[in-house]
């Protein structure tokens, strides 16, 4: 069978929900030298691998993915990954801000301590400074990926960029929430308490200045998100858009507007059918279950992760 074979198999695996399949199809494509079969298998990879546990590798083959596409010249999926490598190394930078803070716990619960350990000390410095580097390259990736949207004609591209600025903004939301929170056992607590985050209350927890950076960032996001729908209405990608819709009530859910991703999930769903999307229409019934549970009972991303750990 030729790669190109496996790649539509893989695709047709994906569509059925057999993702683990499909991985295993895209991996030695994910290396071929053909260019094309190489992008077409990465691109597919970044849907099935898990988007919280394998950061890592989602972000060696967007890398992979990005140098296949800068020599045959492929602007539009350049862009394209381009956004999502924004999105996985703040991805990154959460992990290290979740670190870096967890490193300073002792100094702000007790403020006669200040590290426990040399090699705590040591470590912090290195991610502060690692942070940088880090923070530097997401907002110069960011800036060259909104102009290449904002200087195309193409429908499809526009709306395939435009949600992954979308994605950006939205994890740039996620890890200033938790830069942003200043420590203390007290305050710490309170942050946590489900109806504290349920009824968005931990915005009181938060300067003023860090509220509006907070909240210009979850502006962006939804406006992009907004714009990626239009973008894909306009060129009549119905599958897309669903896509899109589905992947803007994950945000809203993700920040307790559950009133918000109920009226987008069911939007997405009418599309989803017409368009017999299988795949998108389990993710929309799970995350409908999600939403009327009201986030009680929720992933736990950080003992994936590891963050628990000491």
């Known amino acids: 069978m030729s790669e190109r074979d496996e790649i ?13 399949e ?14 094309m079969n190489k992008i077409d298998a990465i691109l597919a990879l970044l849907v099935v691998l898990d988007h919280i546990t394998e950061n890592d590798k989602l972000l060696e083959v967007t890398n992979a993915g990005i140098e296949a596409t800068e020599k045959i010249n492929r602007k539009d999926v350049l862009a394209f990954l381009m956004g999502k ?5 703040l991805t990154n930078l959460s992990t290290m801000i979740h670190r870096e803070k967890n490193l300073m716990l002792s100094a702000n619960v007790f403020k006669w301590i200040e590290f426990s350990l040399e090699r705590d000390k040591k ?23 909104i102009g290449m949207a904002e200087a195309a004609t193409d429908h499809y591209f526009r709306g395939a960029i435009y949600s992954s600025i979308g994605d950006y903004y939205s994890s740039k939301y996620l890890a200033n929430q938790l830069d942003f929170m200043k420590g203390g056992k007290t305050r710490s ?28 960032s979850w502006k962006r996001c939804v406006l992009y998100f907004e714009k ?25 859910k993700i920040t307790y507007s559950f009133g918000k991703a109920k009226k987008l999930l069911s939007k997405a769903k009418i599309l989803a059918e017409a368009q017999k999307e ?11 279950k999600e939403v009327a549970d009201k986030n009680k009972h929720m992933r736990n991303y950080v003992e994936e992760m590891g963050l628990d750990m000491p």
């Open 228 to 252: 990626s729908i239009a973008e894909y209405k306009a060129g009549g990608k119905t599958s897309e858009e669903a896509h899109t819709i589905y992947n803007l009530a994950v945000k809203y």
């Open 8 to 20: 539509k198999k893989a695709h047709l695996l994906i569509s059925q929900g057999k993702e683990g």
């Open 85 to 89: 490598k924004c999105m996985f190394l």
């Open 278 to 288: 299988e795949r998108l229409l389990k993710r929309i019934a799970l995350l409908e």
């Open 22 to 35: 499909a991985e295993k199809i895209l991996w030695p494509i994910s290396a071929s030298k053909e260019p």
């Open 189 to 216: 607590r309170i942050a946590n308490l489900f109806f504290v985050r349920r009824w968005n209350l931990d915005k009181l927890l938060y300067d003023k200045g860090s509220r509006k950076k907070l909240k210009e």
């Open 123 to 145: 470590e912090y410095d290195l991610i502060k400074e690692a942070r940088k580097g880090v923070e530097k390259d997401v907002e110069e990736l960011a800036s060259k990926v």
